[in-house]
C-alpha cells in the first residue's frame, strides 16, 4: 500500500501568540516559524508547494492544519535500489515527548 498511495502527513501548528492550541500542547513550531509571518504569505508558500490547508480556531490565534501525501521509497541516485524515504514515526507525538 505504501508504494501505491505514499505516506500522507498531517500537521497542526499553533499560531505563535496561542498557549497551546484547542488540542492540548504544541509539538510543532508555530506556524509563522515555519512558514511566514502573515496567513497570506503562508498559504502562497503553501500553494507553492503543493501542500493542501486548513485554518482552524479564530482569527486571532489560527491554528494551520496541513496536509501532504509524499513517496514512502525513492530510488537511491547511486545504486538504484528502491529505499524507505518517510518518517512517519518523528511526526507523531510521542516522538517529540520522548526527544
Given at each position: 500500500?505504501?508504494?501505491?498511495?505514499?505516506?500522507?502527513?498531517?500537521?497542526?501548528?499553533t499560531?505563535?501568540?496561542?498557549?497551546?492550541?484547542?488540542?492540548?500542547g504544541?509539538?510543532?513550531d508555530?506556524?509563522?516559524d515555519?512558514?511566514?509571518?502573515?496567513?497570506?504569505e503562508?498559504?502562497?508558500?503553501?500553494?507553492?508547494?503543493?501542500?493542501?490547508?486548513e485554518?482552524q480556531?479564530?482569527?486571532?490565534?489560527?491554528?494551520?492544519?496541513?496536509?501532504?501525501?509524499v513517496?514512502a521509497?525513492r530510488?537511491?541516485?547511486?545504486?538504484g535500489?528502491?529505499?524507505?524515504?518517510?518518517?512517519?514515526?518523528?511526526?507523531?507525538?510521542?516522538?517529540?515527548?520522548?526527544?
Open positions: 500500500k505504501l508504494e501505491t498511495h505514499g505516506v500522507t502527513y498531517i500537521v497542526k501548528r499560531s505563535r501568540r496561542s498557549t497551546g492550541g484547542s488540542w492540548g504544541r509539538v510543532f508555530p506556524w509563522e515555519k512558514f511566514a509571518e502573515t496567513r497570506a503562508t498559504e502562497a508558500i503553501l500553494r507553492n508547494q503543493g501542500i493542501s490547508f485554518w480556531g479564530d482569527s486571532e490565534c489560527p491554528e494551520l492544519v496541513t496536509k501532504v501525501t513517496p521509497f530510488k537511491h541516485p547511486d545504486t535500489d528502491m529505499c524507505w524515504f518517510a518518517q512517519p514515526h518523528s511526526q507523531h507525538k510521542s516522538y517529540y515527548e520522548a526527544h
